[in-house]
């Protein structure tokens, strides 16, 4: 079946630096790659997502790559900010069975 | 907010009780999940209905039963639990059932079985 891992499971940067997170995917199928935000006592909420038709995809400071041969996809934070502290999950669609496999989560923490 | 309630947010239970979590979306959606969050794994699917059908059943043990009155209304009913059971349940709805749906989570319910 699907799998989505994900990496680091925790990441520390520097308020203003950038903060890269890592996943990769096993269904070469998969065609839809979301990102979730979850902060502290929230469920998960979407902040960016991406098909498989496009490389890349900006959102002010938040952009994702795929890399549909190599099935990578990243997220990228740049300027980063103490709001930005959270746990965030990629997912990606398992579309023999019509849902959406979650990695494990990345834990970032942004120091002053 | 999400437009996706949950109640109650926090719930502690013997392995013998019986109890229900229940869920509410106010966005107008067809499809609602459960999810398992446990810590350090990945959010595990439960559930799915969509039109009120139960279209995904992960493998989940029968001691947790779902029910899905309505397109808006989602329970977890809960019986005879095992303390491992003790995790975030999450609540969450999409327009549709399929794998490219935006899907809107509720605040989880935070579950303790002793």
């Known amino acids: 079946g699907e799998n989505v891992e994900q990496h680091p499971s925790t990441l520390s940067v520097q308020e203003g630096d950038s903060a890269v997170i890592k996943c990769t995917y096993s269904?070469?199928?998969?065609?839809?790659f979301p990102w979730y935000k979850q902060e502290l006592g929230k469920g998960p909420q979407l902040i960016i997502d991406i098909r498989s038709n496009v490389g890349e995809k900006k959102d002010q400071r938040i952009a994702v790559t795929l890399n549909k041969t190599a099935k990578h996809f990243s997220l990228h934070i740049t300027e980063t900010q103490p709001e930005d502290s959270a746990v965030y999950f990629c997912a990606a669609d398992y579309s023999s069975a019509s849902k959406i496999i979650f990695g494990s989560g990345t834990r970032l923490s942004i120091r002053p | 907010e999400t437009g996706v309630t949950q109640t109650p947010r926090h719930l502690v239970m013997g392995m013998t009780n019986k109890k229900s979590l229940k869920c509410e979306q106010h966005l107008g959606h067809n499809a609602m999940y459960w999810y398992k969050q446990s810590a350090k794994k990945p959010l595990e699917l439960m559930f799915v209905?969509?039109?009120?059908?139960?279209?995904e059943n992960n493998s989940v043990p029968s001691r947790f039963s779902p029910e899905c009155p309505n397109s808006s209304h989602l329970f977890l009913h809960l019986h005879t639990l095992q303390p491992e059971d003790s995790a975030l349940y999450l609540c969450a709805s999409s327009q549709g059932a399929g794998d490219s749906y935006e899907q809107y989570f509720g605040p989880g319910t935070r579950l303790t079985v002793t």
């Open positions: 269904d070469s199928a998969s065609n839809y």
């Open positions: 209905y969509n039109f009120k059908e139960q279209t």
